[in-house]
């Protein structure tokens, strides 16, 4: 079963900047698009950003013009860097591919 790892996460100050990163295999990676969704505190799921295979890329709304997602073809991985980060930022941070999903990290953002 394919696995997604993830890394990165924190505790952090409204205004600072974070980066999580996710690795896949390198089968999965070249030719699905990679995602990232956050679950805010009793809260649903919901979508963040998206990379596409061929590098294209789509944001929430929330996130337009502080989140920016990378592909790493190198090692199979992507990024999420967050910047500019606010309390509403805060929530378990998931990487997807498909109907697989890594383990979630955390993200909290204090006011």
């Known amino acids: 079963q394919e696995q997604l790892v993830e890394s990165g996460g924190g505790l952090v100050q409204a205004g600072g900047s974070l980066k999580l990163s996710c690795t896949a295999s390198?089968?999965?990676?070249?030719?699905?698009?990679m995602a990232w969704y956050r679950q805010p505190p009793g809260k649903d799921r919901e979508f963040v950003a998206v990379?596409?295979?061929?590098?294209?890329?789509n944001y929430a709304d929330s996130v337009k013009g502080r989140f920016t997602i990378f592909r790493h073809p190198v090692n199979a991985s992507i990024d999420l860097r967050m910047n500019n980060l606010k309390p509403e930022d805060t929530g378990v941070y998931y990487c997807?591919?498909?109907?697989?999903w890594g383990q979630g990290t955390q993200v909290t953002v204090s006011s």
């Open positions: 990379i596409t295979s061929s590098g294209r890329t």
């Open positions: 390198a089968t999965v990676f070249a030719f699905n698009n």
């Open positions: 997807n591919t498909g109907k697989t």
